[in-house]
């Protein structure tokens, strides 16, 4: 444990693009230690939600869609550790590793960002169509620059990548939550817990594969899913 913990700390400490580990050893401790980290901080952070919220410091939120009551429980289940899993790793995570993907990803994320805030629906394609030439500009010139200045420029840049991708998979997930909004602090509580998250599996993706981070997304929300439908469950029948 202590060691899968150091080892993803000193990665955490400056990300950097890794080649794939083929130690089944070492993918199993940091799959089932960092599945474990990311199941303690939820727990932990959703702790102090409720706690909080007890005492009238935050507004109690709910969200938007209860999957129990909309797909039943075995659609719920599908939607949530399976569906979600592989949509949201092959969104955030598998550009990881691809260094020209990770110029449109971060573009075309910059664009829905300022869609976002500028709340402007009349220029939402020119903002999309924007982006997309810049990123296209941006590909073409780095693609004619040394191979060696190139590698700098990615190793120099990748923490950054890394961890915006972390802090969007948090951010975005704010918006499952009905009437939550960004100037809400309570926002931090909802979001803390995915961008965490995503810490850990963009670390297996990168280490061990795209595979094992929607294996460990899956896992992850697999547990949360059975452990909310038991708490509803206790919440109808014995209280």
């Not at 009238?56 to 599908?78: N, Q, R, S, W």
């Not at 309570?186 to 963009?202: D, E, H, K, P």
């Amino acid at each position: 444990m202590i060691q899968t913990l150091t080892t993803y700390w000193q990665f955490l400490k400056k990300p950097k693009y890794l080649r794939f580990s083929k130690d089944k050893k070492m993918l199993a401790n940091d799959f089932v230690w960092l599945l474990l980290l990311d199941l303690i901080f939820t727990c932990f952070i959703i702790g102090i939600y409720y706690s909080l919220s007890s005492i009238k410091l935050i507004e109690t939120y709910e969200e938007k869609v209860d999957l129990f009551e909309t797909y039943g429980f075995f659609g719920a289940l599908f939607m949530a550790s399976i569906l979600a899993p592989l949509a949201e790793e092959s969104i955030f995570r598998w550009q990881l590793t691809k260094r020209y993907a990770s110029i449109y990803f971060v573009c075309l994320t910059l664009a829905l960002i300022v869609i976002y805030l500028s709340k402007r629906e009349d220029l939402q394609w020119s903002i999309v169509v924007f982006f997309l030439i810049l990123s296209f500009i941006i590909h073409r010139y780095i693609k004619r620059i040394r191979i060696s200045k190139r590698h700098q420029l990615y190793h120099r840049l990748y923490p950054y990548l890394f961890y915006y991708t972390s802090l969007l998979f948090g951010l975005i997930h704010f918006s499952n939550i009905k009437g939550l909004t960004l100037s809400d602090p309570t926002f931090l509580i909802f979001t803390s817990t995915q961008a965490f998250g995503g810490l850990s599996m963009g670390y297996i993706r990168v280490k061990h594969g795209l595979f094992y981070s929607i294996l460990l997304h899956s896992t992850f929300n697999l547990i949360v899913f059975l452990m909310e439908f038991l708490f509803s469950y206790l919440k109808v029948y014995l209280f």
